[in-house]
């Protein structure tokens, strides 16, 4: 039996590989200590968390005490997903579908305006087809526009999919009734610098269905790729660190080296998420936890010392001064997050 095992092992990694994908035979083959959470708020704290949660509607955390309770209770049978707050946090944009039944396939979303203090939403977009998508909404932070990804499946004659469109728009604060402005294509997420120079998204190719990490100047001139699209299967949630030094994002799949130049293809299809972070003055990245999570978003604290992040696992909390990890909450679906002094 014993001439059989060696054959056996290599049919078990096979069988591993073609169910699972690449990332979980470099698991098993290449174990790493995962990131431990502590439970519960870190003492000193003050403000509050947001978080949207699809059908449960937007989570509070009071940093205080480390409660957390529904803050926005949707009425009827709705889904929330992206949120950005005004400069004075009186108000909120969110991609909302009022009425979302329990059997729809997709999480199909418009543009609304809540208010912070009625909780009562007001449509700002509206599809026009059940086709389209508004997700990601951004509110800069000089308060002048609202930038939001716009995504729609085109269709033919016979109403057959023939493709779909990708872009990063914006309207002024002050007239949400005007024509929207395209800013970048095939543009999905996207994050400004302080100073409203600088913008970091993630770009989807429409032919290859492969992520790529960008920073450009706020009108989308002067691109310069920092993670190719080899690199990894899924890219999200960029946010610039305060200082602006690095691009901390969620990414799915492993790679195995430092630097773009030296990385492989994608990795399989289904791998886990964790946060990483890009060096922008040489380039170099390095993964950041090690948790095996889906789908993180990503917030700053005010003064830059606190990244916490949604997924589907739950709430969490990084002290980028001790590197400790802390897990605030559970959560029940993926979503995004805000954090808020007030």
């Known amino acids: 039996m014993k001439r059989y095992r060696f054959p056996l092992i290599i049919a078990l990694l096979f069988v591993l590989w073609l169910f699972f994908g690449r990332d979980l035979i470099t698991r098993v083959l290449n174990p790493t200590d995962e990131t431990i959470a502590i439970n519960g708020v870190p003492d000193g704290l003050s403000g509050r968390l947001l978080y949207t949660q699809g059908r449960g509607g937007i989570w509070q955390i009071d940093l205080a005490s480390g409660e957390s309770a529904v803050w926005w209770q949707l009425p009827g049978v709705g889904y929330v997903s992206g949120i950005t707050p005004s400069p004075d946090a009186t108000s909120f944009v969110v991609a909302y579908e009022p009425q979302m039944p329990d059997n729809s396939p997709t999480s199909s979303t418009d543009l609304y305006l809540l208010d912070a203090n009625t909780l009562q939403a007001t449509p700002i977009i509206e599809r026009t087809t059940i086709t389209e998508v508004y997700d990601h909404p951004l509110w800069s932070g000089d308060g002048a526009w609202l930038y939001y990804a716009h995504y729609a499946l085109q269709l033919n004659a016979e109403g057959a999919v023939q493709g779909s469109t990708q872009t990063l728009e914006r309207l002024p604060a002050d007239n949400f009734e005007s024509t929207p402005e395209i800013v970048l294509n095939d543009a999905l997420e996207f994050w400004l610098t302080e100073d409203m120079v600088k913008a970091t998204y993630v770009y989807f190719d429409p032919q290859s269905f492969l992520y790529s990490l960008w920073i450009a100047d706020i009108d989308g001139a002067d691109a310069v790729e920092l993670v ?107 979503g995004e997050i805000l954090w808020l002094d007030n």
């Open 228 to 334: 190719a699209d080899n690199i990894f299967q899924g890219l999200g949630s960029p946010r610039i660190s305060p200082d602006g030094r690095a691009i901390y994002f969620g990414a799915s799949g492993a790679p195995i080296a430092q630097t773009a130049s030296d990385l492989p293809g994608a990795q399989a299809h289904g791998a886990p998420w964790d946060i990483w972070k890009i060096d922008l003055a040489d380039g170099a990245y390095s993964r950041v936890t090690n948790l095996g999570i889906d789908g993180p978003a990503l917030a700053w604290s005010p003064e830059g010392r606190y990244l916490a992040f949604v997924a589907l696992e739950g709430v969490y909390m990084l002290d980028m001064a001790t590197n400790d990890l802390y897990r605030l909450a559970d959560s029940t679906a993926e």
